[in-house]
């Protein structure tokens, strides 16, 4: 009952400005009408189009081998925002919303972001400095987000490897096995190029170790919000409205620590919910799980 409540008011019910994965899911659609744009351009004006949007776009904004990456090393936080075709982004969203939205729900929506960000990056590298002593992984040029969702996909199950989507009220599937027909669709699917196997295998390592790393109390990605808070501070230095609006709110429906509410307002709920997507179900108090299992009934 509990992971059923969960489901419906905390990842598909989030708010928008506490829901990075739909950040994520958004700001690769805008990347690949982008990318798009500049293939309608070149087809305009170019005579050859499909051999300059090859030879000239996809090199620089594609992850390559070492080589490549040492003189372009722009591509490493390039490629993973950017797909070359449509179905490879829709495919890769669906399933970016699906594991991201478990990561979301139990660690928090700051985490999302930086998880993603780090991960591809990292992974990126690995296989930049590996391609440098195995040929064989050479020559492919790399544009895709699934290396990022890879290691939301392996994080969400080391994160919580009981997990269950509920598709119905007395229906569910086990994220082992949600992983398990990921893996295989995703191995089907490139399983003739090997360098991309080789990236998604790096990337699911980094996501699990960032999931690790996260469950034993540190956070690897807090340096890029902290810069970010102070580059708005510099710009907005006065306290956000809606940040006023949601102190003022969690101050009128402040309830003791040790208090039960057996009949919360959708308000006070909405509270609750706020504080898991911030900073996970792990901070909720005894009672205050308690009282989300009430409303949940």
């Known amino acids: 009952m509990k992971t059923q409540f969960y489901n419906k008011r905390n990842v598909f019910r989030a708010r928008y400005s506490h ?44 992850l390559q081998d070492f080589q490549h990456v040492l003189h372009k090393p722009w591509v490493l936080l390039s490629y993973f925002w950017l797909h070359a075709s449509f179905l490879n982004l829709l495919s890769n969203m669906l399933w970016l919303y699906c594991f991201g939205s478990v990561i979301q729900s139990f660690v928090g929506y700051r985490e999302v972001f930086p998880m993603f960000i780090l991960s591809s990056l990292a992974g990126g590298l690995a296989f930049a400095g590996l391609s440098s002593f195995w040929p ?14 890879m290691a939301f996909a392996v994080g969400a199950f080391v994160l919580v490897p009981r997990y269950r989507f509920f598709l119905t009220e007395h229906f569910s599937i086990p994220i082992w096995l949600v992983l398990i027909i990921f893996v295989v669709l995703n191995v089907l699917t490139v399983s003739n190029r090997l360098p991309l196997m080789v990236l998604l295998a790096l990337s699911a390592l980094f996501g699990a170790l960032y999931i690790q790393m996260l469950k034993s109390g540190y956070k690897p990605g807090q340096f890029l919000y902290t810069g970010g808070d102070k580059l708005q501070a510099m710009v907005t230095p006065d306290e956000l409205p809606g940040k006023r609006i949601t102190v003022k709110r969690e101050q009128s429906l402040k309830v003791g620590k040790h208090q039960i509410v057996e009949h919360p307002s959708a308000e006070y709920i909405d509270m609750l919910l706020d504080k898991i997507n911030q900073k996970g179900y792990k901070s909720l108090t005894a009672e205050e799980k308690a009282t989300l299992m009430n409303a949940g009934k």
């Open 19 to 62: 829901n990075t994965v739909i950040h994520l899911v958004l700001a690769c659609a805008v990347m690949y009408i982008l990318l798009q744009g500049v293939n309608v351009i070149l087809i305009v004006l170019s005579s050859t189009p499909k051999t300059v949007f090859a030879q000239r776009v996809l090199p620089n904004i594609g």
């Open 136 to 149: 064989a992984i050479q020559g492919d040029t790399i544009l895709t987000a699934m290396p990022g969702v």
